[in-house]
Nanobody, 122 residues
């Protein structure tokens, strides 16, 4: 059974940092492109970052460039999203997803995690 499990969310003050993890079971992550998405209340799910299956290409949404860093540890079958300089507008449920190629279109990803809540507030 293919499964992704996110962890690392929580409540943080503006300017703070969090590191989200996306652990895979039932398949090998490095065969897939892995995307991070987020969805705030009342808004559509948006792409945040993605790493290609080869690991050679990593993309970021303009809203998080310079603040978020995606990395993958193939030995642990885990992908991470390091989030620094967090802002209240980063508040959302964050999801990781596996697909064949990186895309900002959620429908192109086949396997999704359950999501982890990130709240940025003073």
């Amino acid at each position: 059974q293919l499964q992704l499990v996110e962890s690392g969310g929580g409540l943080v003050q503006p300017g703070g940092s969090l590191r989200l993890s996306c652990a895979a079971s039932g398949f090998t992550l490095d065969y897939y492109a892995i995307g991070w998405f987020r969805q705030a209340p009342g808004k559509e799910r948006e792409g945040v970052s993605c790493v290609s299956s080869s690991g050679g290409v990593t993309t970021y949404a303009d809203s998080v460039k310079g603040r978020f860093t995606l990395s993958r540890d193939n030995a642990k079958n885990t992908v991470y999203l390091q989030m620094n300089s967090l802002k209240p507008e980063d508040t959302a449920v964050y999801y990781c997803a596996a697909g064949l190629v990186c895309s900002a279109t959620p429908g192109l990803y086949d396997t999704w995690g359950q999501g982890t809540q990130v709240t940025v507030s003073s």
